[in-house]
């Protein structure tokens, strides 16, 4: 679909790129493929697992219209030199938060530095509904009517369609459910940020690679992941030991035969996504999970470290 957002840098179609990380859920980049413009894929930070402001700048071309950083993991992206970045070209930012609502970078709310952020509220999500459901914010008026008439039909008014959109409003119900557990969500992402610094703790002298808080990002642990050269060997064992773990994402996306045609990155230029699809493995993390039973992990993924060592 072509999309025509405007004058400047919301008018996108064949042609156009958009920069957005090499490693990250297939959505991030597909929603680029939806606006009719081509993701042009950077490395990663692996301390951080986002984007790598260097490499950004490195990667924009005269059909550059816009960044896409996802906040992964629930890690915040670099959003002060990435802002400084799109300033100097004139670039639009359109931040990835489904993993990381309630995160902040130097004390700001992440989805409060671009033109427009997008929110999933996925059941797994930090906040999750019973069903689908997600939300863009953004301060700028023209573009929420934008998003407004998108959701709904591209319809201006009832039954009066300007443009192509879609079927993709809140439900009342999953909108009434949110409500109620949003009042909920500065504990659960306390309880998830104790976990996490448990886990820190508790796993520092084994040989794994442990998630990292770069100041001044503050974290929110959608997944605790870990980076070990043993990943497959280390999961096959934490199976066998009743502990259940999950690959956050197990190829990076130009790797993805839907991204392979479109003339991505090889894995030569981008060494780090590739690294961590292949060591990258998530331990459980939700906010009610108790402190015993994340101990209950420490002793089993110590127990396959030693046998697989
Ligand atoms: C980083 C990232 N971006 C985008 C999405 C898409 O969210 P949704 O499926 O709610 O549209 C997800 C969902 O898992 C995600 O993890």
């Known amino acids: 679909m072509r999309s025509t ?14 920069i957005t990380p090499a490693f990250s859920f297939v959505a991030s980049a597909s929603a680029v493929l939806h606006a009719g413009a081509r993701p042009v894929f ?14 950004v700048e490195r990667a924009i071309t005269r059909c550059t219209k816009a960044i896409l950083p996802v906040h992964l993991y629930g890690h915040p992206c670099e959003m002060g030199p990435l802002m400084t970045i799109a300033r100097r070209h004139g670039l639009a930012v359109i931040e990835d938060a489904a993993q990381a609502i309630g995160a902040s970078y130097a004390g700001r709310p992440v989805g409060s530095f671009g033109d427009l952020a997008c929110l999933s509220f996925y059941p797994t999500k930090n906040l999750g509904a019973c069903g689908d459901g997600g939300m863009v914010v953004t301060d700028r008026e023209e573009l929420a009517e934008r998003v407004r008439r998108l959701r709904n039909h591209g319809s201006r008014a009832k039954y009066q369609h300007s443009e192509l959109g879609y079927s993709s409003r809140l439900d009342e119900l999953q909108a009434a459910l949110l409500r109620v557990k949003l009042r ?34 503050m974290h929110v642990y959608h997944h605790y992941t870990v980076l070990s050269p043993w990943r497959d060997d280390l999961a096959k064992a934490l199976v066998d030991l009743g502990v259940g ?65």
């Open 5 to 18: 957002w405007g004058s400047g840098p919301w008018t996108w179609g064949p042609g156009d790129e958009v």
């Open 245 to 309: 773990t999950a690959l956050h994402y197990p190829l990076p996306i130009p790797g993805q035969p839907l991204f392979r045609n479109l003339g991505g990155p090889a894995q030569a230029e981008c060494p780090r996504a590739w690294q961590a699809s292949r060591e990258v493995l998530s331990l459980p993390c939700f906010a009610e999970l108790t402190v015993a039973e994340v101990e209950t992990v420490v002793r089993a993924v110590s127990q396959a470290v030693n046998r697989i060592g």
């Open 42 to 55: 950077v490395d990663i930070d692996l301390d951080t697992f986002t984007l790598d402001p260097a490499q």
């Open 184 to 217: 909920h969500l500065p504990a659960w992402t306390a309880a998830r940020r104790r976990l996490a610094a448990r886990y820190s703790a508790l796993l520092a002298a084994l040989p794994l690679t442990l998630p990292h808080e770069r100041p001044p990002a």
